[in-house]
């Protein structure tokens, strides 16, 4: 099993940044990527950004390409989420999950654990 905990979500203006933070706990030696996920109010579950394990590997949805920044420290077994340039349309809870999977893939279904989520609003 894999426990994953959220932080740093909170209230911003448009234009301003945050940085989520997701730490990984367990058996993260059998994870293989780590991603960011986002659900809107009575929206479905999106894709927003991806990082392998290694971090090799990124991807990003169109929506917050050149906005947003995935990292990892896996010294600290943490995953971030640099966003910048908000837009009230960034609002929602953010979710970190994690796939032990080999396809590097944004699809919600894949991935295995998933932490409690964090709000971010974004005020106009």
């Known amino acids: 099993q894999v426990q994953l905990g959220e932080s740093g979500g909170g209230l911003v203006q448009a234009g301003g940044s945050l940085r989520l933070s997701c730490a990984a706990s367990g058996r993260t030696a059998s994870v293989f990527a780590m991603a960011w996920f986002r659900q809107a109010p009575g929206k479905e579950r999106e894709f927003v950004s991806a990082?392998?394990?290694?971090?090799?590997?990124?991807n990003y949805a169109d929506s917050v390409k050149g906005r947003f920044t995935i990292s990892r420290d896996n010294a600290k077994n943490t995953v971030y989420l640099q966003m910048n340039s908000l837009k009230p349309e960034d609002t929602a809870v953010y979710y970190c999950?994690?796939?032990?999977?080999?396809?590097?893939?944004?699809?919600?279904?894949?991935?295995?654990?998933w932490g409690q989520g964090t709000q971010v609003t974004v005020s106009s």
């Open positions: 990082i392998t394990w290694s971090g090799s590997r990124t």
């Open positions: 999950a994690a796939d032990r999977g080999v396809v590097f893939t944004t699809r919600t279904t894949e991935y295995d654990y």
